[in-house]
């Protein structure tokens, strides 16, 4: 038996999310040829790091791109649209074909069967991430032979909104917590004694703070040094000179970050390395403020203030999509951020439960870690018998009751 993991982004986020399931199942599966493949070196290098930090190394199998491919692609409408992405399955069907499972963590794959029709090979979504967006429940889910989620938020908003059967979901808790026991990270201030604040936006520019009220963020730290500043962005913001919304078709320039952030004693900026994606900010934050990323949930692993920028006037209450709001103060723009800040640190035990609730209803988690919980799914999907990982239910109810 044969199952590969595919990488295939531009960039590192996915790899914690689907990772430590492939070496729990080389671990705990040895008749099992289990193979990561991935489409760049930045790609090979995080799945090394990352398996090697699990106790494992893991065999990685490059997939390239033909010529032809590979011209298309250096051309300027790869600053815009993936081509290098999408063009992998199609030069790749050899590889693909060999494989008994796929696991993934996004979407696109489900090329291989739509286009491609590779009907026998089972391709089983880890999903990346347990945000609240609309895009994570779409009618693609249901392409997927078998889905693992996180908690019975997911669960049930797959069966309502995407209409994935039951059976076809297995609640495994969260993979990429099996790797909080590493070394806690360390503070990149001169100063660590501040409280330090993350400021977390999503790129997408008709849900991204950024392109509206980003700067005034910077600016504010620049001018009140009270507390320090982590400036890490989903690392696909900066990534390319637009940024490109998938679910709503809208284009924005992130621009660049002016020296004088850059160079603030309390404003440390990341707009992409490991640590802006393996929670070392999460962790280290006393606070988060944000707007519609999923990382909001691996911050509330453990309770903290929170802070969130509705800059687009949205009308949030009630909207399963922006549930997370719920977990502290919706600004409508930075103008008095300053008050907001302590506000948030004064009350926050008001927070406290709604956060437990939000948390409780996204992760299942259970004594045995994800990742094992996750790879006995897998292998029961392909017939091998495991013990049973069944869609269960956290006691906890819902913070609010939100509309369909």
């Not at 209450?317 to 300053?338: F, I």
């Not at 035990?349 to 209803?361: C, D, G, I, S």
């Not at 919980?373 to 029961?380: L, P, T, V, Y």
Request: glycine letters at 6%; aromatic letters at 8%; hydrophobic letters at 40%.
């Amino acid at each position: 038996m044969k199952i590969g993991f595919l990488f295939n982004h531009d960039q590192i986020h996915q790899v914690a999310h689907s990772l430590p399931i492939a070496v729990a199942l080389r671990r705990d599966y040895p008749d099992a040829e289990i193979v990561t493949a991935v489409t760049n070196a930045r790609l090979a290098s995080e799945v090394t790091r990352l398996s090697l930090m699990l106790g494992m190394r893991m065999k990685i199998v490059r997939l390239g791109l033909t010529r032809r491919s590979s011209r298309l692609a250096k051309c300027l409408l790869e600053a815009v649209v993936p081509v290098s992405k999408l063009a992998i399955y199609r030069d790749n069907l050899d590889f693909f074909r060999s494989l008994d499972a796929l696991v993934v963590a996004e979407k696109t794959s489900l090329l291989l069967k739509t286009r491609y029709k590779l009907d026998h090979l089972k391709i089983i979504h880890t999903r990346h991430g347990a945000g609240d967006r609309a895009i994570g429940f779409n009618k693609a889910s249901a392409g997927f032979d078998h889905v693992l989620v996180s908690g019975a938020k997911i669960a049930d908003r797959l069966a309502r909104d995407a209409g994935v059967a039951p059976e076809r979901m297995s609640v495994v808790g969260y993979p990429k917590f099996d790797l909080l026991a590493g070394h806690a990270p360390r503070s990149p201030f001169a100063d660590p004694t501040k409280p330090t604040v993350l400021y977390n936006p999503h790129p997408s520019p008709h849900l991204s703070s950024w392109f509206k009220h980003g700067r005034q963020v910077l600016e504010h730290f620049l001018q009140d040094d009270r507390y320090n500043l982590i400036f890490a962005p989903h690392v696909m913001l900066f990534h390319r000179p637009f940024v490109v919304s998938i679910d709503k078709l809208r284009i924005d320039r992130p621009g660049l970050i002016e020296d004088r952030f850059l160079d603030a004693p309390n404003i440390h900026i990341d707009l992409g390395s490991r640590a802006s994606t393996d929670m070392s900010y999460t962790r280290m934050a006393d606070l988060y403020l944000g707007d519609v990323s999923s990382q909001i949930y691996e911050f509330l692993h453990t309770q903290r203030p929170c802070l969130f920028l509705n800059s687009h006037d949205v009308a949030h209450r009630g909207d399963p999509n922006y549930a997370h709001w719920q977990a502290g103060e919706v600004l409508g723009d930075p103008v008095g951020l300053g008050e907001a800040l302590d506000r948030a640190f004064a009350t926050h035990h008001a927070y406290l439960p709604v956060q437990r609730t939000l948390f409780e209803r996204s992760f299942e988690l259970t004594a045995e870690p994800s990742s094992q919980r996750a790879a006995r799914a897998i292998m029961s999907v392909l017939g091998v018998q495991t013990a049973p990982t069944p869609l269960t239910r956290p006691a906890a109810e819902p913070a609010a009751s939100f509309a369909a």
